[in-house]
């Protein structure tokens, strides 16, 4: 069954280290998607992706944050200068269409902890 | 205000029992989606099912069905015939359609779910 893959499972970067995150959507999925848990929290939204450019970002996605599709498979998220509070959960998710009906299949995540 | 709540602390559920898990939405819109989705404790999200705001029948995925009640807008999860297997955190979440071609799903604080054998 086709999956969303993510890389690397967990990382550990420190303070002030840019960290890009990896996800290889579904092939024939078009809309993509990163969402951040922080640890025993809900899963927030954070940047929405579609035709190379982004559909919506959340207050969270800031200048430090940034998304790319650099080939026709992955999708990454890039942080330029980590603080201590990106630390969470991040997820790729992705989904056919982006309408109501069609369900995000996610990833395993990645787990990012800044020290 | 939250557009999902789940306010239910942890919840017990003995095996082979049914248990029902409580969402509440908020939303102006008249079209939108809510879905449900597990997440066991080695992190991943699985989604398990889907309602539209438009359906007329509660949907149903095996041994989950979703007891949907617009004017009260809420949408709670049933599973039926507990397992072992289900325990996790439940989260509910919401698409709206006036977000765009690419709406975001809005997510709860999830519940804890354990079940006893």
């Known amino acids: 069954e086709p999956e969303v893959t993510q890389t690397p499972s967990h990382q550990v970067t420190q303070m002030g280290q840019e960290v890009i995150l990896r996800c290889v959507p579904i092939?024939?999925?078009?809309?993509f998607y990163w969402y951040r848990q922080i640890l025993g929290q809900k899963v927030e939204f954070l940047v929405s992706f579609y035709n190379n450019e982004i559909s919506e970002k959340s207050e969270i996605f800031d200048d430090q944050f940034s998304v790319e599709r650099p080939d026709g498979s992955n999708f990454t998220l890039k942080i330029r200068s980590t603080k201590l509070e990106d630390s969470a959960m991040y997820f790729c998710?992705?989904?056919?269409?982006?309408?109501?009906?069609?369900?995000?299949?996610f990833g395993q995540g990645t787990r990012l902890t800044v020290v | 205000a939250q557009k999902i709540t789940q306010t239910q602390p942890g919840m017990f559920v003995q095996e082979k029992e049914a248990v029902t898990l409580d969402c509440t939405y908020d939303t102006s819109d008249q079209s939108y989606g809510l879905f449900w989705y597990k997440q066991p404790s080695s992190g991943e999200m699985i989604f398990l099912i889907y309602q539209g705001s438009y359906d007329e029948q509660n949907a149903t995925e095996g041994r989950y069905s979703l007891n949907f009640q617009k004017a009260r807008k809420s949408a709670n999860l049933v599973i039926s015939a507990s397992q072992l297997g289900d325990s996790a955190m439940y989260f509910c979440a919401m698409r709206e359609d006036n977000t765009g071609a690419n709406s975001k799903l809005t997510f709860g604080k999830g519940i804890t779910l354990s079940v006893r054998p």
């Open positions: 092939s024939n999925h078009l809309y």
């Open positions: 998710a992705s989904s056919e269409q982006g309408r109501l009906r069609t369900e995000a299949f």
